[in-house]
């Protein structure tokens, strides 16, 4: 469903991903693992048409690369962006709403009743502006928002991000409900490997460390790559 291949994104001349490699298949879950600055954000950023990029991306056999944010999403790959972006003056449903725009003709997916049902927490809170929700039930919505789209691969960047342990629990249960296929940044790698198929442990903008979930779980290796490179110049200096 998703190849990306030789990707490479640059600031100002200072390369952030340098040229890695993903690959993820229908019906599949990949979690991208790292430290903060390890090029994750950026990632998600590159497949949704947001920044310039080197290399290719393919979503369902097409070339992205000239293909507008607004029809990547409408091709069914939805985003999920870090600190939610839900929308302060509408209420939690309207902001469900929003996500319908998105959908464009594809059938199946979620109704606004599923999302109720899969995110019970949101049904009292149907009529209230997104101004006055709490960082978890922002993340709620923002899924909620994305189910509706009927996305056809969702790209999820670090739903934890500042949420309490019991409401990442909330949401990490949703998240291992939904039948859809995504590509999940997330710093929490406990929680990721519980949901995803594979993993990639992205370090410095590289690929430092990739396998299936029950291979990653091993801590003492992800430590090793997330410290390595870093340890390693601490030992040059």
Not at 17 to 43: E, F, H, Q, R, Y
Not at 135 to 154: K, N, T
Not at 181 to 206: H, R
Request: hydrophobic share 45%; proline share 5%.
């Amino acid at each position: 469903m998703l190849e990306v291949t030789s990707l490479v994104i640059a600031y100002e001349g200072t390369r952030v991903v340098d040229g890695i490699d993903l690959s993820l298949g229908d019906g599949g879950s990949l979690a991208l693992l790292g430290p903060n600055g390890a090029g994750k954000t950026s990632t998600l950023w590159a497949i949704s048409g947001l920044v310039p990029y080197e290399g290719s991306i393919v979503f369902d056999g097409r070339d992205l690369r000239t293909v507008p944010p607004d029809k990547v999403a409408k091709s069914g790959l939805i985003h999920i962006p870090e600190g939610r972006r839900v929308f302060g003056t509408l209420t939690v449903h309207e902001n469900l709403q929003v996500g319908l725009t998105a959908r464009a003709g594809r059938t199946g997916g979620y109704s606004l009743l599923d999302v109720y049902d899969l995110l019970p927490a949101l049904v009292p809170l149907r009529r209230r502006p997104g101004w006055a929700l709490s960082g978890g039930e922002q993340q709620m919505v923002a899924l909620g928002r994305a189910l509706v789209a009927a996305p056809r691969l969702l790209l999820l960047d670090e739903p934890s991000l500042g949420l309490a342990p019991r409401v990442t629990q909330e949401v990490f249960a949703a998240l291992r409900e939904i039948d859809v296929p995504m590509l999940l940044v997330e710093q929490n790698s406990t929680a990721a490997l519980e949901i995803c198929d594979s993993a990639c442990v992205l370090v410095q903008g590289e690929i430092v460390l990739r396998g299936d979930s029950a291979e990653l779980g091993d801590r003492e290796a992800l430590i090793d790559s997330y410290l390595g490179h870093r340890s390693l110049e601490a030992v040059e200096d």
